[in-house]
């Protein structure tokens, strides 16, 4: 980025020391983004700073106050550090907003078929089966491993990955930044969250339900795809709810290239409704990737495992759904039961991040690997260039 008001050599070691301060949302250098309005330097080596935020109120305001005092006060030759806080005008909003969106205009569709993002919605036959906190373990896992990573919380009536994630807190839920028709989702341990849970206003999200029907379902998670601004993901997943209802069909028509994890149970009786779920994803024309068994043993203090809910369901699963025309489906893996899994997910802190040795964060840490290198085909997709000669 250069200064372009810079008249002195500190200012310009103070613009260069700015390049480093990256907005948290959109994790870009506050500089490119256009929020620098201006930089100078007295005789005495003091910095003076001004910033603009998108909008007042800014959630992420004081960090990136913060961090600007602090990058400005590391500048070479600089004594003193302020900032001044102001708002964008509408016009600089709209320059933001395409700066951001760069070369793709308003209101993209995101992740459309050529799309070169991974697209993978998390699937269960049934409830209760842990696919929430499965989804939001395999989604932190890969951000662990460099990824860029987008979660959407697709199931509307059962939302509960923003408290997985530790975004909702004290019955209150961090939510997103509007700039115009752009919303900006929170960042939860490197992923980037979005849940219609973070649009109850000031309600509890604990006490408060959504009663909605097929058409309000299915714009919603238009709107999730089409405004939320995700940047450029490795892997988008989606946390779909339990069954083949509208929220399934909706995602089958808006992303008929994405891939299907199925999640199910060792118990018989729920994998006979796991492979329902996933015989509908495939009616949409989406391809299952692989099954993962949850709840799969307690490990006893004699190294025995308690079997509470059976076993075999996940690999029953997978032989169901493996056939001459769709080919082998893998289990991925089998997640046994963990109470400190469990007590991670209640208090907001991923078990494969806090405690990783742990057997279920352990084995979500496998399954990530093995999604990474499953890869994704790009037959039928276009990459964007044009051959030459």
Do not use: N, Y
């Given at each position: 980025m250069t200064a372009p008001d810079a008249s002195s050599s500190e200012e310009l070691a103070v613009w260069a020391a700015l390049d480093g301060v990256r907005d948290p949302e959109i994790l870009r250098p506050?500089?490119?983004?256009?929020?620098?309005r201006g930089v100078e330097v007295d005789a005495a080596g003091r910095?003076?700073?001004?910033?603009?935020l998108t909008i007042a109120g800014c959630p992420a305001a004081r960090r990136i106050e913060a961090e600007t005092r602090e990058a400005a006060a590391s500048a070479p030759g600089i004594s003193e550090a302020r900032v001044s806080v102001g708002v964008m005008t509408p016009d600089e909003r709209r320059a933001f907003v395409e700066r951001v969106?760069?070369?793709?205009?308003?209101?993209?569709?995101?992740?459309?078929?050529?799309?070169?993002?991974?697209?993978?919605?998390?699937?269960?036959?049934?409830?209760?089966v842990g696919k929430s906190s499965l989804t939001a373990g395999i989604a932190v896992a890969l951000a662990a491993r460099g990824l860029s990573v987008g979660l959407v919380d697709a199931d509307v009536f059962g939302f509960s990955i923003p408290g997985i994630l530790g975004l909702s807190r004290d019955g209150r839920t961090e939510q997103p930044t509007r700039v115009d028709d752009m919303i900006l989702p929170p960042i939860a341990h490197g992923v980037r969250v979005i849940s219609i849970g973070m649009f109850l206003g000031e309600a509890d999200p604990r006490s408060t339900a959504v009663s909605w029907r097929g058409p309000m379902l299915h714009r919603t998670i238009e709107q999730f795809l089409r405004d939320v601004w995700f940047g450029d993901l490795d892997v988008l997943l989606l946390d779909l709810p339990p069954g083949t209802g509208?929220?399934?069909?909706?995602?089958?028509q808006l992303l008929p290239q994405a891939e299907v994890l199925v999640v199910t149970t060792p118990?018989?009786?729920?994998?006979?409704?796991a492979v329902r779920s996933a015989l509908v994803a495939r009616?949409?024309?989406?391809?299952?990737?692989?099954?993962?068994?949850n709840m799969a043993g307690l490990a006893q203090p004699d190294g025995s495992v308690l079997e509470l809910f059976g076993s075999g369901g996940g690999a029953l699963v997978a032989s169901r759904l493996s056939d001459e025309e769709h080919g082998e489906v893998p289990l991925l893996g089998s997640v046994p039961l963990s109470p400190t899994f469990r007590i991670g997910g209640d208090s907001g802190e991923p078990t494969v991040l806090a405690d990783p040795d742990d057997p279920a964060a352990a084995e979500l840490l496998r399954i990530a690997d093995r999604i990474v290198r499953?890869?994704?085909?790009?037959?039928?997709?276009?990459?964007?260039?044009?051959?030459?000669?």
């Open positions: 506050i500089t490119e983004l256009g929020m620098v910095a003076s700073v001004s910033i603009l969106r760069g070369e793709r205009g308003a209101r993209p569709q995101q992740f459309g078929p050529d799309s070169l993002t991974r697209v993978i919605a998390v699937t269960s036959g049934k409830g209760g509208d929220i399934a069909i909706s995602v089958g118990q018989e009786a729920a994998a006979d409704v009616q949409t024309g989406q391809r299952v990737v692989g099954v993962v068994e499953q890869g994704r085909g790009l037959a039928g997709r276009s990459l964007g260039v044009t051959p030459r000669g």
